[in-house]
């Protein structure tokens, strides 16, 4: 069990430029989040995915972000024309769910830090 | 809408030294109740969770019981180790799902030795 990576750690980019973010979940799991933390702030959801098919999305992802899971493994999080207000940590996690009830528990990655100057 | 208020930290305490993290929650319905620990340079991690009125909650030492009339859910460790160091979030999800968490702001703990 490897755990959940992503991929930057650490990501510093211009304002209004486009930068993608990396997460691979525990192999076997089949649902897939993303969170977004920022400084003094508990993490808050973006969205999530149960195996290719994104489900939710919260009302924080505006249009300029786009999450994809094309086959159901790794899913990567694009966020377009970036603005400082994007500065923040974005953490990905990872579960197995199994049957209607839902009460699986989550694992998070160490998270990418993205820093918009 | 939901949200998580928990104690501001940070908190410094010997080690030995017992520990209390208030956490209190606004929620609709009956929410499932979590605590999830940030050690230094690594993910998330749950540390308990009680899903139902009077459950507690127990993990490494830490207890936290779901109170619902006074909607809380206090951390709790009798003695704490120099490797209790981390941030501690408290959480609550209301959906009957565990995916879509809402996180109080953190309490970092530092334990000396």
């Known amino acids: 069990d490897t755990g959940v990576s992503q991929d930057p750690r650490h990501k510093i980019t211009k304002r209004g430029q486009n930068v993608t973010f990396r997460c691979d979940p525990i192999?076997?799991?089949?649902?897939l989040y993303w969170y977004r933390q920022t400084l003094g702030q508990g993490p808050e959801f973006l969205t999530y995915f149960q195996n290719e098919a994104q489900l939710e999305k919260s009302r924080l992802l505006s249009d300029r972000f786009s999450a994809e899971r094309p086959k159901g493994s790794f899913s990567t999080l694009e966020i377009q024309r970036t603005e400082q207000g994007d500065s923040a940590m974005y953490l990905c996690?990872?579960?197995?769910?199994?049957?209607?009830?839902?009460?699986?528990?989550?694992?998070f990655g160490s998270g990418t830090q993205l820093s918009v100057l | 809408g939901n949200s998580v208020t928990q104690m501001e930290g940070p908190v410094t305490l010997s080690e030995e030294a017992f520990l209390t993290i208030n956490c209190t929650y606004t929620?609709?319905?009956?929410?499932?109740l979590f605590w999830y620990v940030q050690y230094p340079g690594e993910g998330l991690q749950l540390l308990l969770k009680a899903t139902k009125a009077d459950d507690k909650g127990s993990n490494k030492g830490f207890e936290a019981t779901y109170r619902k009339e006074t909607t809380s859910f206090h951390l709790e460790k009798g003695s704490v180790q120099v490797s209790d160091s981390a941030v501690y979030f408290c959480?609550?999800?209301?959906?009957?799902?565990?995916?879509?968490?809402?996180f109080g702001k953190g309490t970092l703990l530092t334990v000396n030795p």
């Open positions: 929620a609709t319905g009956y929410p499932s």
């Open positions: 996690a990872s579960s197995l769910t199994q049957g209607v009830r839902t009460n699986e528990k989550l694992f």
């Open positions: 959480a609550l999800s209301d959906n009957g799902s565990n995916y879509k968490l809402t």
């Open positions: 192999s076997e799991h089949n649902r």
